[in-house]
């Protein structure tokens, strides 16, 4: 049974920073595509970003510049540093598997919450 664990989020000002946290249990985290998702209040989840098990990048427009995606497969974990952070980055934040994430992956996510 996979299980994907967040963590990291909190209360930030914009500007701020805050680094996320995703571990998974279940899955091996090296040969997966895994990426970062949000869904804020009365919105859709969207794409956020997301990295290849050969360490490519991609990351959503409105989040280039500002956030990284990292890895360490040893450690089967999967990182998203947020800089400069904005109000309009408050959303509930999910990892999963790309390109799409599984529905039985998803879990509790982290709050982020950026006040202005």
């Known amino acids: 049974q996979v299980q994907l664990v967040e963590s990291g989020g909190g209360l930030v000002q914009a500007g701020g920073s805050l680094r996320l946290s995703c571990v998974g249990s279940?899955?091996?985290?090296?040969?997966?595509?895994m990426g970062w998702y949000r869904q804020a209040p009365g919105k859709q989840r969207e794409y956020v970003a997301g990295?290849?098990?050969?360490?490519?990048?991609n990351y959503a427009d409105s989040v280039k510049g500002r956030f990284t995606i990292s890895r360490d497969n040893a450690k089967n974990t999967v990182y998203l540093q947020m800089n400069s952070l904005k109000p309009s980055d408050t959303a509930v934040y999910y990892c999963n598997t790309l390109p799409a994430g599984r529905r039985a992956y998803w879990g509790q996510g982290t709050q982020v919450t950026v006040s202005s």
């Open positions: 279940g899955i091996t985290f090296s040969i997966n595509d």
């Open positions: 990295i290849t098990s050969g360490g490519i990048t």
